[in-house]
């Protein structure tokens, strides 16, 4: 089946093809969006400590350089998880674009799909591991003052 011979029906089952693939690109921009509001509190809240670093001593400050540490790994694991989300989604691109050159030239495709579908699903999910990593990090390490967790009777 090379280009001039495509029927307008060939291309429809084209298309219908393509769109399961394109429903997966849009929801990993999703994802992607998702993990891109997280770096940002993630940011906000290091320049937050980064302002207390020379305004503290003691074990004010070790706590400030104890909280720098936690939010730089977060930081590095939620980067790594856009990595992984970018690469799912480039490889979708990817697949998508295949399957109508390799229709156009009459290629089979059949193993190249299934192949790229398996290599996105591996980022995709490789992301959100990821993911789900930094929120434990971030949970695990919330510290909330004895101080504040008293119920006081007035």
Not at 51 to 66: C, I, K, L, M, P
Not at 108 to 131: D, N, R, S, T, Y
């Amino acid at each position: 089946m090379f280009i001039d011979e495509l029927e307008i029906g060939q291309i429809g089952r084209l298309i219908q093809f393509a769109m399961a693939p394109s429903f997966l690109l849009v929801a990993t921009g999703s994802i992607l969006q998702l993990f891109a509001g997280r770096l940002a509190r993630v940011i906000d809240r290091e320049r937050v400590q980064l302002a207390e670093f020379s305004r503290t001593e003691g074990e004010d400050h070790v706590r400030v350089v104890r909280e720098l540490r936690i939010l730089d790994r977060r930081a590095s694991i939620v980067n790594k998880a856009i990595l992984m989300a970018t690469l799912s989604a480039s490889t979708v691109s990817l697949l998508i674009a295949a399957m109508f050159v390799l229709s156009l030239t009459g290629y089979k495709f059949g193993q190249v799909v299934a192949g790229g579908f398996i290599l996105a699903m591996v980022f995709l999910i490789a992301g959100l591991g990821l993911f789900i990593a930094e929120i434990r990090l971030a949970t695990r390490n919330i510290r909330i003052e004895e101080r504040l967790l008293v119920l006081t009777d007035d």
